[in-house]
């Protein structure tokens, strides 16, 4: 199953659903080569990968592109790009593309993983901690009824 910030990321691009998986596998080559520490072969491996996913990401303006050209609408991100009266060129696109794909879902992730972690780490043995705070809603903000 795709995280919540994958699946919202990609449906916001207008990435094919069916394209998920992959995409998800080019994103964390991206982020071992620019923050692991892998070996010299996964190096090569991730940076073939990176490059077919920038390829991909240039395909998919362009099939964009002629599909708008056709008359279909124009109900995504990459869509409203290519329609914009400013007029990016297809590598600007393919370059928000291939950088939002990744930012936009691995730090969301991450974060919300990092904080579930913080809570049920910080809990104390008297059940005081940040975790029950949280629950109990007396850490929250109140909002009028």
Request: aromatic share 6%.
């Amino acid at each position: 199953m795709l995280p919540l910030p994958a699946l919202t990321i990609f449906t916001l691009i207008g990435f094919p659903p069916a394209d998920s998986d992959r995409i998800k596998g080019w994103c964390a080559d991206k982020l071992e080569v620019n923050w692991g520490n892998p070996d010299p072969e996964r190096q090569r491996r991730s940076a073939r990968n990176m490059r077919a996913y920038v390829e991909y990401c240039a395909a998919f303006v362009a099939r964009r592109r002629h599909e708008i050209a056709r008359g279909e609408p124009a109900d995504d991100l990459v869509g409203a790009l290519v329609t914009d009266e400013r007029a990016l060129t297809d590598v600007e696109i393919t370059s928000l593309n291939f950088a939002s794909s990744f930012a936009g879902h691995e730090t969301t992730t991450n974060l919300l993983g990092n904080m579930l972690r913080h809570l049920l780490a910080d809990s104390g043995p008297d059940g005081s901690g940040a975790w029950a705070v949280r629950a109990s809603g007396r850490g929250s903000a109140r909002t009028a009824p």
